[in-house]
């Protein structure tokens, strides 16, 4: 879509904090610890008339022969696959950013990078980090000109130069009438979420046709919630991998906190969430809760029952009906049965999540809402309650996204709930709204009281 450039270091020298900077959100994890960032990401900057992308990679400790090695104990076991994806970032870059500690001064970790990005062919720019003021900028950047490359100093966290910094990295850019951005038909933002080693990154590997995210038998690999684009017909759909989401009360660790809370918040700002649950697991307490906090906020999801291949043929059908059973409270939510593993039913997802999406913009004409009315009412009469029958004056649509239905009647507080399911069933039914969430609500028609569903 636009000219990239990735942000490359070792673990722990800010490069998150920059990126954070950049777009102007907190969208990557910051912490103290080194090590939190794994995938990469990208985020997208608007500067001076000039936009661009900038990628967030994840810390790389490098030998002699620029192979990964050892990092610190947070990364233990996905160095190579760290590297790999700065790899994959900077093949689709114009420039790099070496990010350096101006506090640690210059390490031979930092060495072998300079000399490992320089080998890329591509504009270098050096970052020298957490120079706190202008007072100290001769004195944490003095070793770092023996490397030779155009220099800025900065601090992310406390934004000295920051504009200095800006202004350097889109020096790098080329030419706009160099630089044709791609326009392609904004589609759909959707959001995995799930418990831990559920196969979300999987999912998004196979979907997207790459190894775009990194995956491992260890729970919890996914720390930050990233964006993977995908293109069908010029169509440009976005999956935002997030992070595991386990019990409160199991998280003891602060940067599992941070990712839960990011996971929550994905799901609340895509336009179709995917719950991924784990086909060999059942449906546990968590996956419930999960289920019971979409349904509740009036969140377009639907449920991918994922790891289908690994459940025995003569037992599938056993294990469809404990997830019909256990979601026949909101018969509206639909499930897959998918394999991230063999692709099986992969190509269902976005054409529902469209589907999902479409529904949540119906809107009815006045006229059929009150016919509509009519029918349902006429079908099935409210019960009586303290010898009194509920009566219905009108109706009309207040919103889209969820579609939302208001009644007015003569006492919102008689409608009991068996009813109240049966109108929305109605309504589904009359609308053609069959997977999106709705909204049922009863307004008094002489006082502000209001029941909701």
């Given at each position: 879509?636009y000219?990239?450039i990735?942000l490359?270091?070792?673990?722990?020298?800010?490069?998150?904090?920059?990126?954070?900077?950049l777009i102007r959100?907190n969208?990557?994890?910051?912490?103290?610890?080194?090590?939190?960032?794994r995938?990469r990401?990208?985020?997208?900057?608007?500067?001076?008339?000039?936009?661009?992308?900038v990628?967030?990679?994840?810390?790389?400790?490098?030998?002699?022969?620029?192979d990964?090695t050892e990092g610190?104990?947070?990364l233990r076991g996905?160095e190579a696959?760290i590297?790999?994806?700065?790899q994959?970032a900077m093949?689709?870059?114009?420039a790099?950013?070496l990010?350096v500690d101006?506090r640690?001064g210059?390490l031979p970790?930092?060495?072998?990078?300079?000399?490992y990005?320089r080998?890329?062919?591509?504009?270098?720019?050096l970052?020298v980090n957490?120079v706190d003021?202008?007072?100290?900028?001769?004195?944490l950047t003095a070793e770092?000109?023996e490397l030779?490359?155009?220099?800025?100093?900065m601090?992310?966290?406390?934004?000295?130069?920051?504009?200095?910094?800006e202004e350097?990295?889109q020096?790098?850019?080329?030419?706009e009438?160099?630089?044709?951005a791609?326009?392609?038909?904004?589609?759909?933002?959707?959001?995995?979420?799930?418990?831990?080693n559920?196969?979300?990154?999987?999912?998004?590997n196979?979907?997207?046709?790459?190894?775009?995210?990194i995956?491992s038998?260890?729970?919890g690999t996914?720390?930050d919630?990233?964006d993977v684009?995908?293109?069908?017909d010029?169509?440009r759909?976005?999956?935002?991998?997030?992070?595991?989401?386990?019990?409160r009360s199991?998280?003891?660790?602060?940067?599992?906190r941070?990712?839960?809370?990011?996971?929550?918040?994905?799901?609340?700002?895509?336009h179709?969430?995917?719950?991924?649950l784990?086909?060999?697991?059942?449906l546990?307490?968590?996956d419930?809760?999960?289920i019971?906090?979409l349904?509740?906020?009036?969140?377009?999801?639907?449920?991918v029952?994922?790891?289908?291949?690994l459940?025995k043929?003569?037992?599938?059908?056993?294990v469809?009906?404990?997830?019909k059973?256990a979601?026949?409270?909101?018969?509206?939510?639909?499930?897959?049965y998918v394999?991230?593993?063999t692709?099986?039913?992969l190509?269902?997802?976005?054409?529902?999540a469209?589907?999902?999406w479409?529904?949540?913009?119906v809107?009815?004409?006045?006229?059929l809402?009150?016919?509509t009315?009519?029918?349902?009412?006429?079908?099935?009469?409210?019960?009586?309650?303290?010898?009194v029958?509920?009566?219905?004056?009108?109706?009309?649509q207040?919103?889209?996204?969820p579609?939302?239905?208001?009644f007015?009647v003569?006492?919102?507080d008689?409608?009991?709930d068996?009813y109240i399911r049966?109108?929305?069933?109605?309504?589904?039914?009359?609308?053609?709204?069959?997977?999106?969430p709705?909204?049922?609500?009863f307004r008094?028609?002489?006082?502000?009281?209001?029941k909701k569903?």
């Amino acid at each position: 879509m636009y000219p990239k450039i990735a942000l490359i270091g070792r673990p722990n020298v800010g490069k998150s904090t920059l990126f954070n900077r950049l777009i102007r959100s907190n969208r990557a994890i910051t912490h103290d610890r080194p090590g939190v960032t794994r995938d990469r990401m990208e985020g997208t900057v608007k500067r001076n008339g000039r936009t661009w992308t900038v990628i967030d990679t994840g810390g790389i400790h490098l030998d002699e022969n620029h192979d990964a090695t050892e990092g610190p104990i947070e990364l233990r076991g996905f160095e190579a696959e760290i590297l790999r994806q700065t790899q994959e970032a900077m093949s689709e870059c114009v420039a790099l950013c070496l990010v350096v500690d101006g506090r640690d001064g210059l390490l031979p970790f930092d060495r072998r990078l300079a000399d490992y990005v320089r080998r890329s062919g591509l504009p270098v720019l050096l970052a020298v980090n957490k120079v706190d003021g202008g007072e100290l900028e001769d004195m944490l950047t003095a070793e770092f000109h023996e490397l030779g490359l155009p220099m800025v100093a900065m601090s992310g966290e406390h934004g000295f130069n920051m504009r200095g910094f800006e202004e350097d990295l889109q020096s790098l850019l080329p030419p706009e009438d160099e630089w044709e951005a791609k326009e392609e038909e904004a589609g759909l933002k959707i959001a995995m979420l799930g418990r831990p080693n559920a196969g979300k990154s999987s999912l998004v590997n196979s979907i997207t046709g790459g190894n775009r995210m990194i995956v491992s038998d260890v729970a919890g690999t996914t720390r930050d919630s990233v964006d993977v684009t995908y293109s069908i017909d010029g169509k440009r759909y976005t999956f935002v991998d997030t992070a595991g989401v386990r019990r409160r009360s199991k998280i003891v660790d602060s940067v599992e906190r941070y990712s839960v809370n990011s996971s929550i918040k994905s799901s609340t700002k895509a336009h179709v969430t995917v719950l991924v649950l784990d086909g060999q697991e059942g449906l546990t307490q968590q996956d419930k809760r999960l289920i019971d906090l979409l349904d509740e906020r009036k969140t377009p999801f639907m449920v991918v029952v994922n790891k289908i291949d690994l459940v025995k043929q003569n037992e599938l059908a056993a294990v469809k009906k404990v997830y019909k059973d256990a979601l026949s409270y909101s018969s509206h939510i639909p499930i897959l049965y998918v394999s991230a593993l063999t692709r099986a039913n992969l190509k269902r997802i976005i054409p529902l999540a469209e589907q999902i999406w479409s529904e949540c913009h119906v809107r009815v004409p006045t006229g059929l809402l009150n016919r509509t009315l009519e029918a349902i009412v006429t079908k099935q009469q409210p019960p009586v309650v303290n010898r009194v029958r509920p009566k219905f004056f009108y109706m009309t649509q207040a919103e889209t996204n969820p579609p939302t239905f208001v009644f007015f009647v003569n006492d919102a507080d008689r409608m009991k709930d068996a009813y109240i399911r049966y109108m929305e069933r109605s309504l589904r039914k009359m609308f053609k709204i069959e997977h999106a969430p709705v909204r049922v609500r009863f307004r008094s028609s002489h006082t502000k009281r209001e029941k909701k569903r």
